[in-house]
């Protein structure tokens, strides 16, 4: 078994100021806050790369002894090869599992990472499944049978904090502790390239077309945008934000990067023009932990230790928060890691540090169903693009594939569903399905779904404001 590197501290609402964990004997122990002004931990290791999951690093030194982990105590060291993995053992016939008591939902477990998993995505049109970990390394899924595929070759001497897959699957990337981003050939798994920095990578993604990376850069505060093909930089730019970074992506058509920060902000800067398109100031009264675009390009989530998920307009900076968007602040117990988009927006999923994830329904903005199973803090999730399947990764070491195929079905969310006293029609415009409450005295008038008016909000803005230009 590979020897496990150490990890930083536990969850932030409850620390364990008793037990002494090893990353304190390897004296690299950071000073967390979880909410309001985040202190400055010492330079040794960095403090973004902590935000996703809060405490991913968390490991006592009971734990510890009972793995024998104690010979590799130094995470950052990048001289020392991981022993060779254990071959894993194939999953019974019989995988999807039991339905969850307490989600009445469908799911399967991933077993084969010896250390938390950091990162997670669906790829290959939804058949493979892609994951990161502690463990350093990065590994491929089959996801009919639950079997690894593939563990990518040249691996990380150091723990994966983050992978990423291009649109078309062709190519995937991964940062990790040793300060590098690694580029593989997704088909054939070999290495393509590798970029080293001079500081800690707190994210990294690939754009949806794959020309680009961006990486979000801990000690200078910025972010960094490489071409996908030959490794060389297009753009770094240092103290985007006045604190650390903590998470990174791209839009859908690959033009502009949004990242947010420890400084509780959102920025959105614009690969052609070069320059910050949208500054969002205490955009959260905590720690941004993460952020996604709809696939419309138009609308931002972003999630926060400060335990709420928002949404955006990237083009005013405008937060919805009235109506039904508010109960997006009121759905997970502990802060909030990850947040992901479904392809065509009609619901969003979240993972926090209370162990659960969430699916809300975006246009009415409440909690459909909650997924409890993992033993401990979900640190991120995706969305299939069939929007059948869900998938979260974990600190308790495993992924989990959920069947939310027939969610709708589910007593409790027609329950609940029913108890908000809403209706469903079909979007004129994009034929997406959409609910109005029934109490609504504009219900009958109303034919676009909350998107589509939106963007002809915009553009009715947008128009006014070149009209009065030309005046």
């Not at 008591?101 to 998993?117: A, D, R, W, Y």
Request: with cysteine.
């Amino acid at each position: 078994m590979a020897s496990e590197p150490p990890c930083a501290p536990g969850s932030p609402e409850a620390p364990d100021k008793g037990k002494k964990t090893v990353s304190q004997q390897c004296e690299v122990q950071p000073l967390l806050v979880p909410s309001g002004d985040i202190a400055h931990p010492p330079q040794k290791l960095p403090r973004a790369a902590l935000v996703r999951g809060y405490g991913r690093f968390h490991l006592s030194i009971v734990e510890a002894r009972q793995g024998q982990l104690l010979s590799g105590l130094d995470p950052l060291e990048v001289g020392r090869r991981s022993l060779p993995l254990e071959k894993h053992p194939m999953p019974e016939e019989k995988f999807w599992g039991d339905q969850e008591s307490l989600s009445k939902i469908p799911f399967k477990i991933m077993k084969g990472h010896s250390h938390i998993v950091s990162s997670c995505n669906f790829c290959v049109d939804d058949t493979k499944l892609l994951s990161g970990s502690y463990d350093c390394t990065v590994k491929l899924w089959d996801a009919v049978d639950g079997s690894v595929i593939r563990d990518f070759e040249h691996r990380p001497n150091a723990p994966v904090l983050e992978c990423s897959v291009t649109a078309d699957s062709k190519r995937i990337i991964a940062a990790s502790y040793d300060k590098a981003v690694r580029a593989w050939d997704l088909e054939t798994g070999k290495l393509l390239w590798k970029i080293n920095h001079e500081t800690f990578i707190a994210s990294c993604k690939l754009s949806p077309d794959g020309k680009y990376v961006v990486s979000a850069l801990d000690v200078d505060r910025g972010i960094c945008i490489t071409d996908a093909e030959n490794a060389t930089t297009v753009s770094h730019i240092k103290n985007h934000h006045s604190r650390s970074l903590t998470a990174c992506c791209f839009d859908p058509d690959s033009q502009k990067v949004a990242s947010v920060s420890l400084d509780k902000s959102i920025k959105i800067w614009d690969i052609t023009s070069q320059a910050t398109l949208l500054t969002i100031t205490k955009a959260h009264s905590s720690a941004i932990s993460n952020c996604c675009f709809t696939f419309s390009g138009h609308f931002l989530c972003t999630s926060s230790w400060d335990k709420t998920l928002k949404i955006w307009n990237v083009h005013t900076g405008e937060f919805r928060n009235c109506g039904a968007c508010v109960t997006l602040m009121q759905g997970h117990e502990g802060s909030v890691s990850s947040c992901h988009f479904a392809r065509d927006t009609s619901f969003l999923v979240s993972g926090g540090l209370d162990r659960t994830v969430a699916i809300w329904d975006v246009g009415e903005g409440y909690r459909k169903l909650s997924l409890k199973g993992h033993s401990d803090w979900v640190t991120d999730v995706a969305i299939s693009n069939d929007k059948k399947r869900v998938l979260s990764s974990s600190k308790d070491r495993t992924m989990r594939l959920w069947n939310i195929e027939e969610i709708d079905q589910i007593p409790l969310v027609i329950k609940y569903k029913k108890a908000l006293g809403s209706k469903v029609k079909q979007c004129e415009v994009c034929d997406r399905p959409f609910s109005i409450y029934e109490s609504d005295i504009f219900s009958e008038t109303v034919t676009k779904c909350v998107f589509c008016r939106m963007d002809a909000k915009d553009l009715s803005a947008e128009a006014s404001s070149s009209s009065g230009g030309e005046d």
